[in-house]
T-cell receptor, first 116, second 114 residues
Framework: GAVVSQHPSRVICKSGTSVKIECRSLDFQATTMFWYRQFPKKSLMLMATSNEGSKATYEQGVEKDKFLINHASLTLSTLTVTSAHPEDSSFYIC????????????FGPGTRLTVT | GNSVTQMEGPVTLSEEAFLTINCTYTATGYPSLFWYVQYPGEGLQLLLKATKADDKGSNKGFEATYRKETTSFHLEKGSVQVSDSAVYFCALSKAGGSQGNLIFGKGTKLSVKP
């Protein structure tokens, strides 16, 4: 149980275009979803926290107009990288928390974004 | 602020060797502590956790004890297997812990040779 999927697993896009990444909790309802960015040989950096039906809370230094997050249902959150540039190339990971006193986060397998 | 420091990798061991991956933390309040494992090509999985001082988390032969006096949560396994090869992340949740945002260490890559 507690499976989280991400789609796509890999995406290559041209500079200036937008890319949408989906995060789904497959067998539980996630009141909160988190988006992380993982740099090579570095830790995961929390980008934003989203609660279903409300606006995402962004970490300091993360541009909310560039990284659009939508958490429209209890099983789906999307991250859209708008007007992507090569420096946005990274590994993006989402996680989902069931809530109701359960504080574990369940992680998706990640999405490798390459901007050319 | 809150932070997690874990030993630099990579760590290379022979099968059946003893494993220790050091993790220390800085935090206000009483955080919960976690070890996550990331196998090649997969997402992070919770390996074990401890929510208060002196708690010992254990799973799949791995153990870690929440030491408040030394602000540490070192990961140990008595006899590693090739299948344990992965990247291990130490993490803490901010005070409160409920759906808390996780703060991760940089990860330690473990390679176990047959």
């Amino acid at each position: 149980g507690a499976v989280v999927s991400q789609h796509p697993s890999r995406v290559i896009c041209k500079s200036g275009t937008s890319v949408k990444i989906e995060c789904r909790s497959l067998d539980f309802q996630a009141t909160t979803m988190f988006w992380y960015r993982q740099f090579p040989k570095k830790s995961l950096m929390l980008m934003a926290t989203s609660n279903e039906g409300s606006k995402a809370t962004y970490e300091q230094g993360v541009e909310k107009d560039k990284f659009l997050i939508n958490h429209a249902s209890l099983t789906l959150s999307t991250l859209t990288v708008t007007s992507a540039h090569p420096e946005d190339s990274s590994f993006y990971i989402c996680s989902a928390a069931p809530g109701e006193g359960r504080y574990e986060q369940y992680f998706g397998p990640g999405t490798r974004l390459t901007v050319t | 602020g809150n932070s997690v420091t874990q030993m630099e990798g990579p760590v290379t061991l022979s099968e059946e060797a003893f494993l220790t991956i050091n993790c220390t933390y800085t935090a206000t309040g009483y955080p919960s502590l976690f070890w996550y494992v990331q196998y090649p090509g997969e997402g992070l999985q919770l390996l074990l956790k401890a929510t208060k001082a002196d708690d010992k988390g254990s799973n799949k032969g791995f153990e870690a004890t929440y030491r408040k006096e030394t602000t540490s949560f070192h990961l140990e396994k008595g006899s590693v297997q090739v299948s344990d090869s992965a990247v291990y992340f130490c993490a803490l949740s901010k005070a409160g812990g409920s759906q808390g945002n996780l703060i991760f260490g940089k990860g330690t890559k473990l390679s176990v040779k047959p």
